[in-house]
């Protein structure tokens, strides 16, 4: 595990961890021997015409380009990923959030995104309300305690789940 992972762990286990510190070098090295271990093949980096025939030769494009962190509209190289991602015939997993989409008001200032599935992280955006495909939410080990920084009280909701379906429910109106 990464020291996060493990400081998450000590926090939800109440057990005692040493954390260690790696570098940059040796968490690629760890990502090479897991990806390998699990059979999940090295990704590779490359241009605009490779990601052209990766994604069109592909039955499954995962969208992680952007995030919650978008600032205007998606633009150069990232804005003709999403367009070439919309017109394939893979399914797109967004991770998150959709590429192209505000997580808070949902707003697309540009080229954004259109899943077949989204796998937001931690807790549900506000912006996917109405967003395309399926919607499931996956706990990534944030301890519940974390939330109440924000004024959030949760009791933990996974269970031994790793991932739940959600559908938004609006209150006193009806499902978007």
Known sequence: MTGAAEERL???????????????????????????????????????????????????????????????????????????????????????????LDATTGATPGAAIVPDRTLTLALPKTGLIGVSGELYLADIGIPPNVYKGIGFTLEPFFGDRYWIQLSFVIPGGSDP
């Open 10 to 100: 000590f926090f939800l286990t109440g057990e005692g961890t040493t954390v260690p510190a790696i570098t940059a070098e040796e968490m690629r090295t760890v990502d090479r021997i897991a990806m390998e271990e699990y059979g999940l093949g090295i990704l590779q980096i490359v241009g605009l015409e490779g990601a052209v025939d990766a994604i069109t030769g592909s039955d499954l494009v995962v969208d992680a380009l952007i995030g919650y962190s978008l600032k205007g509209a998606p633009r150069g190289v990232t804005a003709e990923l999403i367009e070439l991602c919309n017109r394939s015939r893979a399914l797109t997993l967004a991770l998150d959030v959709p590429s192209g």
